[in-house]
């Protein structure tokens, strides 16, 4: 079956410019994660929707990030006036409920401020 | 703060023996654990997990051990095979689903 997908899969952009990373959960999957991913480190929560609504946005760095899951399924994370430092490499998850369940992660989008 | 930790960077093995890749975590609260095996330019793909209602959970060649006095667990992987050179995230996360990471342990098995 298919996976969490995500795309683009690679992004170069210039500083100060906007940005946008979309995330395709798998089929029924009530639960989406954005992670990010810098060289040499783990996975660091940005937020989790369950359905539609952001249930936790404590990850975000800074109000130049943003959200949404208008739909319940696709996702998509928006980037403001991006900086070098928010170059990284971007991971969406999913799973069937929350709680106690593992996330299932896509590819990523790897994103370049130059 | 990182609230999970693991401690080694890389670890190199013979095919055929025995990896063991550590993990400490700092909050009690932690009640479910996950290890995560990542190949380059790929998400981390789920491997095995527990819940801290048990110590010891297997599948297959996988094993996590789960020790909550000393906030450690750890994956035994037996026998290692060239295949499972990639780098291994260990995760620990709450009853509200978000999942803190180890910053990962590049696992080389030699043929």
């Known amino acids: 079956g298919a996976g969490v997908s995500q795309t683009p899969s690679n992004k170069v952009t210039e500083k100060g410019k906007y940005v946008e990373l979309r995330c395709d959960p798998i089929?029924?999957?009530?639960?989406l994660y954005w992670y990010r991913q810098s060289l040499g480190q783990g996975p660091e929560f940005l937020i989790y929707f369950q359905g539609t609504g952001a249930a936790d946005d404590s990850g975000l760095p800074n109000d130049r990030f943003f959200a949404v899951r208008p739909e319940g399924s696709v996702s998509t994370l928006k980037i403001q006036r991006t900086e070098r430092g928010d170059s990284a490499v971007y991971l969406c998850a999913s799973s069937p409920q929350p709680g106690n369940s593992p996330l299932h992660f896509g590819n990523g989008t790897r994103l370049t401020v130059t | 703060d990182q609230q999970v930790k693991q401690n080694s960077p890389s670890l190199s093995v013979q095919e055929g023996r025995i990896s063991i890749l550590n993990c400490d975590y700092t909050?009690?609260?932690?009640?479910?654990f996950l290890w995560y095996k990542k190949y380059p330019a790929e998400g981390p793909t789920f491997l095995i997990s527990?819940?801290?209602?048990?110590d010891k959970n297997e599948d297959g060649r996988f094993t996590v051990f789960l020790n909550k006095s000393a906030k450690h667990l750890s994956l035994h992987i037996v026998p290692s095979q060239p295949g499972d050179s990639a780098v291994y995230f260990c995760?620990?996360?709450?009853?509200?689903?978000?999942?803190?990471f180890g910053s990962g342990t590049k696992l080389n098995v030699k043929p």
């Open positions: 527990i819940s801290s209602i048990k």
């Open positions: 995760a620990a996360g709450d009853n509200f689903n978000k999942f803190y």
């Open positions: 089929s029924g999957h009530t639960a």
């Open positions: 909050n009690s609260m932690f009640d479910y």
